[in-house]
């Protein structure tokens, strides 16, 4: 069975999600389906047809979260040996070493990505580089842009 690895904020806003489909959005579609069906003929009524995709994105959704919580393994960083090492739910400073520009990510799975907040996917390239490597390491990663150069600066355990 796949493994998801999460972070205890990321199975947290799951949850959340979770609960706002099945307690919020739902009821609402199934409302607006029986509204839909009382304007008559169904072929040609848009509204039904719009609740009725609508109703198919939700109940999607709820399995796929639902699939994602079941095979989830929760990974607490803060609960890990705190040994320098670049791991699952780490953030991360890196240097290129060409600029001089430092980033700071936080490793996370894939729901929790959000690199507009510095949380990268364990799956991007950058932190498949990064696993397992040391602070004061250096590693060449190749990115959109070709290969790059990186020091490991700080590992934390946040």
Do not use: W
């Amino acid at each position: 069975m796949q493994r998801y690895p999460m972070t205890p904020e990321g199975k947290e806003a799951l949850e959340k999600e979770l609960h706002q489909l099945k307690s919020v959005d739902r009821p609402r579609i199934i409302a607006a389906i029986a509204e839909a069906r009382e304007h008559g003929d169904l072929k040609e009524n848009a509204e039904y047809h719009a609740a009725r995709e609508q109703q198919g994105f939700c109940e999607g959704r709820i399995q796929d979260i639902e699939g994602k919580l079941g095979a989830m393994q929760v990974i607490d960083v803060k609960t890990l040996e705190q040994n320098g090492r670049v791991v699952f739910g780490v953030t991360v400073t890196i240097e290129n070493l060409d600029t001089e520009e430092q980033k700071t990510y936080q490793i996370v799975g894939d729901d929790e990505a959000d690199f507009k907040i510095n949380k990268i996917s364990v799956n991007s390239p950058i932190a498949r580089g990064l696993l397992g490597k040391s602070e004061g390491d250096e590693v060449k990663i190749v990115t959109p842009q070709g290969e790059v150069e990186y020091e490991i600066v700080k590992v934390a355990y946040l």
